[in-house]
């Protein structure tokens, strides 16, 4: 079965630029979509198809997805940016979702 | 404004069947779209556990499709889930949400309904 494999966690300075990867075979043949989940909270979709941004996310979130990687950068982090991101593809009608990745600005 | 509400017990003993609903509101299911079941189990990750297209094709994730059903009303606006022999492993957050686009991605998002399971 289809894997996205994420690191567990990423830590980044106020102001500074993150970026997760999110790594699956031939990923870059796919669309790849990015969620962003806060305690508590359902997840919310931040980036889609590989690099488009739905209505009201801010222009700090951008995505891009090439051969078997897929990433996720938020520029100019700030704390409330701090969350719980996930991936996620789709192949041959099976959604397939990365394990996560824990974001701490500090 | 598509909006999700999933319902249903909130404990089930192992060995029984776990049983949730989610209603739709602000889009008719006969339309279209692909509707979907997604997990987390406390401190976790997510795990997509299966969705059902309009028309009644359904789509099972291959670790789960022995023990689950997804079926769909479309007089009743809502689709339901359904999990056989629960362990203490299907404990968790349940969300449904209605994946849409080229990339299939899950664009809105019930607000979750935490499952225990235990006797």
């Known amino acids: 079965s289809y894997e996205l494999t994420q690191p567990p966690s990423v830590s980044v300075s106020p102001g500074q630029t993150a970026s997760i990867t999110c790594s699956g075979d031939k990923l870059g043949d796919k669309y790849a979509c990015w969620y962003q989940q806060k305690p508590g909270q359902s997840p919310v979709l931040i980036i889609y198809?590989?690099?488009k941004r739905p209505s009201g996310i801010p222009e700090r979130f951008s995505g891009s997805n090439s051969g078997n990687t897929a990433t996720l950068t938020i520029s100019e982090t700030q704390a409330m940016d701090e969350a719980d991101y996930y991936c996620?593809?789709?192949?041959?009608?099976?959604?397939?979702f990365g394990g996560g990745t824990k974001l701490t600005v500090l | 404004q598509v909006q999700l509400q999933e319902s249903g017990p909130g404990l089930v003993k192992p060995s029984e069947t776990l049983s949730l609903t989610c209603t739709v509101s602000?889009?008719?299911?006969?339309?279209?779209?692909?509707w979907g079941w997604i997990r987390q189990p406390p401190g976790k990750g997510l795990e997509w556990i299966g969705s059902i297209y309009h028309s009644g094709s359904t789509y099972y994730n291959p670790s789960l499709k022995s023990r689950v059903t997804i079926s769909v009303d479309t007089s009743k606006n809502q689709f339901s889930l359904k999990l056989s022999s629960v362990a203490a492993a299907d404990m968790a957050v349940y969300y449904c949400?209605?994946?849409?686009?080229?990339?299939?991605?899950?664009?809105?998002w019930g607000q979750g309904t935490l499952v225990t399971v235990s006797s």
């Open positions: 198809q590989n690099n």
């Open positions: 602000g889009y008719s299911i006969s339309s279209g779209f692909y």
């Open positions: 996620q593809a789709w192949d041959s009608n099976t959604w397939v």
């Open positions: 949400a209605r994946p849409q686009g080229l990339g299939m991605q899950f664009d809105y």
